[in-house]
C-alpha cells in the first residue's frame, strides 16, 4: 500500500467538478476499499449532526486505500459535502453497505443510466465486462453539460448510445426512447440493468417488459440508517416490502411498486426545502468551492 501521508480514516484526497453542481470526491478508506463490490453503497456524513447521505462507491483502489463517489449539489446535506475541501477530514462514512450486483456471464447486457447516476453505472458495467458480457451503455441527461462519465463509460463497453432531453448530444429524449431504439432494431439483449431517476426507471422497465428482458434496477429510496433497522428505505416488489439498504439497492425492476416509490421520494419535500432555505439564508452557497 503507498502510504498517503497526513491521511486519517476519512480524508478527502482528490476533488474534481465533473458538471454544474456534480462533483467527484476520493475519500482515503482503507477497509471500505478492500471490502467494496459493483453496486454497492457508503453512508456518508460531512459533519457530527449532518444527515447520513447514501451514495454509490463509483470506483476503488485496494492497494492505495481509497473510494470514489459522485454526487449532486441538491440539498443541505450534498451542498456541505461539496464544500470539503481536499485535505479536510469527514466526520463518518460507513460501508460498504448493500448487495452487490449479481454479476455473471448473461450474453448480451445494457447498461442504463441518467444523470448523475451514471457514474454508479460505470463499475457494475466494468463488472459485467470484466465477467465476458457483451456491455451495450446507455446514457443520459438533460443537456450535453450535465453529461458526465461519457470516456470512462466508453472505455469498458463494446457500444455506446447518448441521449439529451434537449438533443444537444445524440439521440434527443430521454434513455427509455435510446433503450427502445435500440429493441426495435433487433437488438437481442439478455439483461437490462438501470440506475437513474425514478421516473427514468419506470420507463425503462416498462420498455424492457414490453420485450420480454429480465430488467434490474438500483433503487434510491430515502435512507436513514442503512443497516435495515429504521425502515425508512423500504420500498415494495410484486407486493411484498423489501428494504433497499440491506436487501438491496438492486431489484427486479418489473416487480418493483414505481407509484409508491415516487410518493415516498416525495414526503420530505417541504422540510427539505425549508432545510436549504435557511441554509441559503445563513451565507450558504450551492455549486460553489470554499476557496
Given at each position: 500500500m503507498?502510504?498517503?501521508?497526513?491521511?486519517?480514516?476519512y480524508?478527502?484526497?482528490?476533488?474534481?467538478?465533473?458538471?454544474?453542481?456534480?462533483?467527484?470526491?476520493?475519500?482515503?478508506?482503507?477497509?471500505i476499499?478492500?471490502a467494496?463490490?459493483?453496486?454497492?453503497f457508503?453512508?456518508?456524513?460531512?459533519?457530527?449532526?449532518?444527515e447520513?447521505?447514501?451514495?454509490?462507491?463509483?470506483?476503488?483502489?485496494?492497494e492505495?486505500?481509497?473510494?470514489?463517489?459522485?454526487f449532486q449539489e441538491?440539498?443541505v446535506?450534498?451542498?456541505?459535502?461539496?464544500?470539503?475541501?481536499?485535505?479536510?477530514d469527514?466526520?463518518?462514512?460507513?460501508g460498504?453497505?448493500?448487495?452487490?450486483?449479481?454479476i455473471?456471464?448473461?450474453?448480451?447486457?445494457?447498461?442504463?443510466?441518467g444523470?448523475?447516476?451514471?457514474?454508479?453505472?460505470?463499475p457494475?458495467?466494468?463488472a459485467?465486462?470484466?465477467a465476458?458480457?457483451?456491455?451495450?451503455?446507455?446514457?443520459?441527461?438533460?443537456?450535453?453539460n450535465?453529461?458526465?462519465?461519457?470516456?470512462?463509460?466508453?472505455s469498458?463497453?463494446?457500444?455506446l448510445?447518448i441521449s439529451?432531453?434537449?438533443?444537444?448530444?445524440?439521440?434527443?429524449?430521454?434513455?427509455?426512447?435510446?433503450?427502445e431504439?435500440?429493441?426495435?432494431?433487433?437488438?437481442?439483449?439478455?439483461?437490462?440493468w438501470?440506475v437513474?431517476?425514478?421516473?427514468?426507471?419506470?420507463?425503462?422497465?416498462?420498455?424492457a417488459?414490453?420485450?420480454g428482458?429480465?430488467?434490474?434496477?438500483?433503487?434510491n429510496?430515502i435512507m436513514?440508517?442503512?443497516?435495515?433497522m429504521c425502515?425508512?428505505c423500504?420500498?415494495?416488489?410484486?407486493?411484498?416490502?423489501?428494504?433497499a439498504?440491506?436487501e438491496?439497492?438492486?431489484?427486479?425492476?418489473?416487480g418493483?411498486?414505481?407509484?409508491?416509490?415516487e410518493l415516498?421520494?416525495?414526503?420530505?419535500?417541504?422540510?427539505?426545502?425549508?432545510?436549504?432555505?435557511r441554509?441559503?439564508?445563513s451565507?450558504?452557497?450551492?455549486g460553489?468551492?470554499?476557496?
Amino acid at each position: 500500500m503507498i502510504k498517503i501521508y497526513g491521511a486519517t480514516r476519512y480524508t478527502v484526497l482528490r476533488k474534481r467538478i465533473l458538471a454544474p453542481k456534480i462533483k467527484e470526491i476520493d475519500i482515503y478508506s482503507p477497509r471500505i476499499a478492500r471490502a467494496a463490490r459493483a453496486g454497492q453503497f457508503v453512508m456518508v456524513m460531512v459533519d457530527r449532526v449532518s444527515e447520513r447521505i447514501p451514495l454509490t462507491i463509483v470506483d476503488w483502489d485496494r492497494e492505495d486505500g481509497w473510494i470514489r463517489v459522485v454526487f449532486q449539489e441538491v440539498g443541505v446535506s450534498t451542498i456541505k459535502l461539496g464544500l470539503v475541501d481536499i485535505g479536510e477530514d469527514l466526520y463518518h462514512v460507513s460501508g460498504p453497505h448493500g448487495v452487490p450486483t449479481h454479476i455473471s456471464r448473461f450474453g448480451t447486457v445494457a447498461v442504463v443510466g441518467g444523470g448523475v447516476a451514471v457514474a454508479a453505472l460505470y463499475p457494475v458495467a466494468r463488472a459485467f465486462k470484466e465477467a465476458g458480457n457483451r456491455v451495450v451503455a446507455i446514457i443520459g441527461a438533460r443537456s450535453s453539460n450535465l453529461l458526465i462519465y461519457e470516456d470512462k463509460v466508453r472505455s469498458i463497453c463494446d457500444e455506446l448510445y447518448i441521449s439529451t432531453d434537449d438533443g444537444s448530444r445524440g439521440i434527443r429524449g430521454y434513455v427509455s426512447s435510446a433503450l427502445e431504439k435500440i429493441f426495435s432494431e433487433g437488438l437481442k439483449l439478455d439483461l437490462v440493468w438501470i440506475v437513474g431517476p425514478v421516473a427514468m426507471m419506470k420507463m425503462c422497465s416498462s420498455v424492457a417488459r414490453r420485450y420480454g428482458v429480465r430488467a434490474v434496477a438500483s433503487l434510491n429510496p430515502i435512507m436513514v440508517c442503512g443497516i435495515g433497522m429504521c425502515g425508512a428505505c423500504r420500498v415494495r416488489v410484486y407486493g411484498k416490502t423489501r428494504f433497499a439498504c440491506l436487501e438491496g439497492p438492486e431489484f427486479d425492476a418489473l416487480g418493483v411498486d414505481w407509484n409508491e416509490l415516487e410518493l415516498r421520494l416525495q414526503m420530505y419535500r417541504d422540510e427539505e426545502n425549508i432545510s436549504l432555505r435557511r441554509f441559503l439564508e445563513s451565507g450558504g452557497c450551492i455549486g460553489q468551492d470554499k476557496t
